[in-house]
């Protein structure tokens, strides 16, 4: 879930990341309580915008925007929290144990101590950790772990500047048989905020194909091929005053922990449990079913 800012002004920003939210009938009753507290405090809106070649898998979805960015839903829940801090660029390399406590050692900076660690990062990083963590995975962890796969994709941010004006009977449009292009969004337009006076953004996402291509070269270098490849999508396209190239190497999960438990346990006492969308499915609601599962072991290790 990434929202980023031009760098002209912060007021203009992109989804890079996820577009929108689809809750499925079964989960829009599962998750009930979730989407009613995030439509309560305006964090989520039905999504009313046309997108052109959307496919709705299931009767009854409905389709939700993030007003304020996709990464409002986090802010929310961490300002929901008992006082949770964020760190930022605290690169994890090592997790020892010592002394009932895990002890994490980071790229730069001294090593910390906690009662209990939950790792959400995509499962080949959490595989490429070292320290005890290797010896602690079982047999069986570990090939439901290195079974697990995902597809790669760039995005692409445009930024402009207020009063420009970028035309088009659509917000999104799903783009077909094209080798470089995916999806494109008029992000301000998605997300209702057209009368806004802030300058409008455009995202584009690459293909699975493309991003599998070019996944190691530089974003200096498949910048300029989606700029050019857009220009043929939708020529006449004004020019951005900005843009934000990203790099989406684990971008969603195509085959996810064999059984998709939510969550999978290496450590009972201290707590060292792994969670995340590569336990379930890449979107919003498989993400919540992980996060649940992984309460439901804190509270049984409490």
Known sequence: MATSRSPN?????????????TATPYYSQKHQSFYE????HSILKFLTAPVEGMVMKEDGSRNFITPRGISSIVKHYLGESAGAEVFFNYHVTHIHLKDEKWEVCRKSGAPEQFHAVVLTMPVPQILQLQGDLDKLIDRTQR???????????????LFYEAGTEIDGPWAAKYITN??????????????????????????IHTSMTFGLEH??????????????????VLPGLPKPVSTECQKWRYSQVTQAVSESPGQMTIHARPLLVCGGDGFTHSNFDGCTDSALKILDVF???L
């Open 178 to 203: 094209n080798p470089c292009i995916r999806f494109i969004s008029i992000d301000n337009k998605k997300r209702n905020l057209e009368s806004t006076d802030a300058g409008p953004a455009v995202v």
């Open 299 to 301: 509270k049984s290790n």
């Open 143 to 157: 090939q439901k772990l290195e079974a697990v796969s995902y597809s790669s994709r760039y995005a692409l941010g």
């Open 37 to 40: 507290e995030l439509l309560a």
């Open 9 to 21: 002004d912060p007021t203009c920003t992109a989804d890079l990341g996820a577009q929108y939210i």
């Open 215 to 232: 996944l190691e070269e530089g974003k200096e270098k498949v910048e300029p091929l989606i700029l050019e490849e857009l220009a043929r």
